[in-house]
């Protein structure tokens, strides 16, 4: 579904809705019940999505990049005293930039407000939300308000590309005043969205098109908060060759606010046979072959819209060379242990036998699952940062190089941003993909607002913002939850041998650390040729000093490149102690300036 273009239709709405704000800087909203006026056109809301895990809340939103401004709908089944809506850095209930409409028993207000260190709520000098409309309709209550994307308030959430976490709550009692609202203390919750979507119509389907459903086989849905349920399911063996050309959620109906997201993962193409399972992810009983089956196919998140394929482009599924397996994951979030609910959500793929032009690829870029990448523990902000050379591309890419279309960014739990550039001649040229909110807990395909050429000789540099205050050992690479991963997934055509592009610290630099961090802190017994990298790490000494010297060794070192073809070996070449690209940084780190040179806050 298109949202608004450039011809700002959505002022006019605004004109026809707005109802003024008080001198108190605050909106009096005359009755909860006030009747609909038939007369008034619908403000269309494209994007929506449940926000508690019962659906009584319903946000929906619109955009308008020509006023760059977010236009967004609250619905609430059932209001009684008020409801707060808001955006934090990671969901959290403080330094939160609110929306509040609450009463007093006898009138009722709406205006633009944030909570302190403490959640602690008060009003904004500053009013940025402005009211549209408020009524009682027979589905329920709802609000109608838009804010400019940045505001230069420095208590305000700047909404830009990326997950946003929403945080909503509702008012079980009515409030002589704003002050007396503490968020602590009202029940509340928190929801991840990507807001800001591309600019773009979405393609028509081909009328050939046919559909395949990968679902949960009636899934029951476990009493715990958290589960990741898999299933294995087979192609056809005489499937030929077809384009994958879209894919979109099948959410069973009343589960819309507990299946949280949704992959599917195509097996590796050397597996003869992968045995039937369904089951949790987790289970230690699972059969070893799921492992093998880490190839992203489809990826949906709660509020992702259907994925569309560029017209000239398909993602190839069967025939020759194609796996015959793939696996269903479906993240359940279920924090009110609600039990005996049935589930057979998935993805819908929509394929052709009319094969387009070119086929889509999906290429690794990042860093090597490795323990040599390490992050110091108790640590507020620290990167590790991920190359695809200048070498690797000018030797795997065609001369016209590949388009980038979409990608899905992944780190694990300690993860709180990832940005990926792409650098030509030694300067930064574009940011491929970037989320510096990001979030594990929200990890779906994202298209690019255009498409991006990569070149032969072009650097392709994805960084990652990592948090790990809250350990107190090292966390290195790997494959568990609580190890890290620097991944960005590109999808792009037409696809090449070339499935692999990542990076790790040379390992023989890396040694050279170990040694010398524990002979400054007095350890002449270094055992860093006699236990893995992992205990080497476990064992130093994490003071400042040997956290700031790790960075500047990943900063300054070596690195060893694997440059993969999609048999997983490497292009011929020389790969190890290749030097950091040089590189020099002219992309702007602030979106919206604002006036007097400040800058927006985020």
């Known amino acids: 579904m298109r949202i608004f273009s450039k011809d700002v239709r959505l002022q006019d709405f605004t004109i026809m809705y707005f109802t003024g704000l008080a001198a108190l800087m605050v909106i009096l909203v005359a009755s909860y019940q006030a009747p609909s006026n038939a007369s008034l056109p619908p403000l269309p809301m494209p994007f929506r999505m449940p926000l508690d895990p019962l659906g009584n809340l319903q946000?929906?939103?619109?955009?308008?990049y020509a006023t760059q401004e977010v236009y967004i709908q609250l619905r609430v089944a059932e209001l009684r005293h008020g409801v707060v809506l808001g955006m934090s850095d990671r969901g959290e209930l403080t330094n939160a930039d609110l929306v509040v409409l609450w009463d007093n028993g006898t009138r009722s207000y709406f205006g633009d407000a944030w909570s302190d260190s403490k959640g602690r709520v008060s009003l904004d000098s500053q009013q940025?939300?402005?009211?549209?409309?408020?009524?009682?309709k027979?589905?329920?209550?709802?609000?109608l308000f838009k804010?400019?994307?940045?505001?230069c308030d420095p208590r305000d959430y700047v909404i830009e590309e990326g997950t946003v976490h929403v945080i909503y709550g509702l008012l079980d009692q009515p409030l002589a005043s704003l002050g007396d609202l503490n968020l602590s203390r009202i029940h509340m919750g928190v929801q991840r969205v990507l807001m800001l979507r591309p600019d773009m119509p979405s393609p028509t389907l081909p009328p050939e098109v046919k559909t395949m459903d990968v679902l949960a086989p009636n899934v029951i849905i476990p009493n715990q908060e958290t589960t990741y349920w898999c299933f294995i399911q087979k192609l056809?063996?005489?499937?030929?060759?077809?384009?994958?050309?879209?894919?979109?959620?099948?959410?069973?109906?009343?589960?819309?606010?507990?299946?949280?997201?949704?992959?599917?993962?195509?097996?590796?193409?050397?597996?003869?046979?992968?045995?039937?399972?369904?089951?949790?992810?987790?289970?230690?009983?699972?059969?070893?072959?799921?492992?093998?089956?880490?190839?992203?196919?489809?990826?949906w998140a709660m509020g992702a819209e259907a994925f569309y394929y560029p017209p000239d482009a398909g993602l190839a599924i069967g025939g020759p060379g194609s796996s015959r397996f793939l696996r269903l994951e479906v993240h359940y979030h279920n924090p009110l242990l609600i039990s005996g609910r049935h589930d057979s959500s998935?993805?819908?793929?929509?394929?052709?036998?009319?094969?387009?032009?070119?086929?889509?690829?999906?290429?690794?870029?990042?860093?090597?699952?490795?323990?040599?990448?390490?992050?110091?523990?108790?640590?507020?902000?620290?990167?590790?940062?991920?190359?695809?050379?200048?070498?690797c591309t000018r030797t795997a890419l065609p001369p016209g190089g590949i388009y980038v279309f979409a990608s899905q960014l992944h780190t694990h739990l300690a993860g709180r941003g990832v940005r990926t550039v792409l650098v030509r001649g030694g300067k930064e040229l574009d940011v491929v993909q970037e989320d510096q909110h990001f979030s594990t807990e929200y990890q779906t395909i994202r298209v690019l607002k255009k498409m991006i050429n990569i070149l032969p000789g072009d650097v392709l540099i994805t960084k990652c913002t990592y948090n790990t205050e809250d350990r107190s050992k090292p966390t290195v690479g790997g494959f568990g939850i609580m190890e890290e991963m620097c991944v960005n997934y590109i999808h792009y055509y037409p696809r090449t041998q070339l499935e692999l592009c990542k990076s790790h610290v040379d390992p023989g630099y890396l040694q050279k650390y170990f040694s010398f961090i524990n002979r400054f802190h007095g350890n002449d017994q270094c055992v860093c040729g006699d236990v893995g990298v992992t205990d080497q790490y476990a064992q130093l000494h994490w003071d400042d000093f040997a956290g700031e010297v790790l960075d500047s060794l990943y900063n300054t070192a070596p690195i060893s490149m694997h440059c993969n073809q999609s048999t997983a070996r490497l292009f011929p070449g020389e790969w190890e102690k290749q030097p950091l690209p040089e590189v020099t940084s002219i992309l702007p780190k602030h979106r919206y300036p604002c006036e007097g040179g400040a800058e927006s806050y985020s």
């Open 138 to 143: 027979a589905d329920g209550f709802y609000l």
């Open 346 to 391: 998935g993805i819908r793929l929509h394929y052709t036998h009319n094969l387009r032009r070119y086929d889509a690829g999906i290429m690794e870029l990042g860093l090597v699952y490795t323990p040599v990448m390490a992050i110091p523990p108790k640590q507020h902000t620290f990167y590790l940062t991920g190359y695809c050379t200048s070498k």
């Open 59 to 64: 946000l929906a939103w619109n955009i308008s």
């Open 236 to 299: 056809p063996d005489d499937m030929p060759k077809n384009h994958i050309v879209m894919y979109e959620s099948v959410i069973t109906p009343g589960n819309e606010a507990i299946v949280h997201h949704i992959e599917v993962f195509e097996c590796a193409q050397d597996l003869r046979e992968v045995p039937q399972y369904s089951g949790s992810c987790d289970d230690k009983m699972k059969p070893k072959k799921l492992n093998l089956c880490r190839h992203v196919l489809a990826a």
């Open 128 to 136: 940025d939300y402005e009211l549209i409309e408020a009524k009682q």
């Open 147 to 151: 804010r400019p994307f940045s505001t």
